[in-house]
């Protein structure tokens, strides 16, 4: 699992596993998914705003509107 925070545009991504090829889904405003076009496994989530979401960066909970199933 890999985290990445763009502080300048306030972008957080959570990427999960090896980059494939994928397409994105806006699953709500400034939420996005990308799901592997073979596996249809989600890959990635991606929020806009996520500082101005959650108030702050540190101790942040999110929940997601999809379920994410980590295989190691």
Same mark, same amino acid.
């Given at each position: 699992? #890999?985290?990445?925070?763009? $502080?300048?545009?306030?972008?957080?991504? *959570?990427? @999960?596993?090896?980059? =494939? #090829?994928?397409?994105?889904? $806006?699953?709500?405003?400034?939420?996005? *998914?990308? @799901?592997?076009?073979? =596996? #249809?496994?989600?890959?990635?989530?991606?929020?806009?705003?996520?500082?101005?979401?959650?108030?702050?960066?540190?101790?942040?909970?999110?929940?997601?509107?999809?379920?994410?199933?980590?295989?190691?």
């Amino acid at each position: 699992m #890999k985290l990445y925070y763009d $502080e300048e545009g306030d972008f957080l991504e *959570i990427s @999960i596993g090896k980059p =494939t #090829k994928c397409h994105a889904e $806006e699953i709500e405003p400034g939420v996005f *998914i990308r @799901i592997d076009e073979n =596996t #249809k496994e989600i890959k990635s989530v991606g929020i806009l705003n996520f500082k101005k979401r959650t108030g702050k960066i540190g101790e942040v909970s999110v929940d997601l509107p999809e379920e994410i199933r980590l295989i190691s």
